[in-house]
């Protein structure tokens, strides 16, 4: 079982930045990369980035690409979302997840969600 602490989201302007830690915590069985998504009310949910435990290579979407960074702070045990340049269209739920690198099928364990609103 795997315990997730999301406690960022909130608003930003548009073009503006947030930054979305995420603490996971646990056993995770053969999880190796924690990776970040979004999904807006009635869509699919979209792979942002997620980085791998052994190399910390890491994987973008092509529509955050310069802008969105994650990173990591093994003494903190924590994984952080970078946002820059934000747009609204970009205001959805976001969450952190443990698994594989690949699509949400890939990933067993999922935090609770943090909510980004973007001003326009």
């Known amino acids: 079982e795997v315990e997730f602490v999301e406690s960022g989201g909130g608003l930003a302007q548009a073009a503006g930045s947030l930054r979305l830690p995420c603490a996971a915590s646990g056993d995770d069985g053969d999880a190796d990369a924690i990776g970040w998504f979004r999904q807006a009310p009635g869509k699919e949910r979209e792979g942002v980035p997620c980085?791998?435990?052994?190399?910390?290579?890491?994987y973008y979407a092509d529509s955050v690409k310069g802008r969105f960074t994650i990173s990591r702070d093994n003494v903190k045990n924590m994984v952080y979302l970078q946002m820059n340049n934000l747009s609204p269209e970009e205001a959805d739920s976001y969450y952190c997840a443990r698994g594989v690198c690949g699509p949400p099928s890939m990933y067993a364990y999922w935090g609770q969600g943090s909510q980004v609103a973007v001003a326009s």
């Open positions: 980085m791998s435990d052994s190399d910390g290579s890491t």
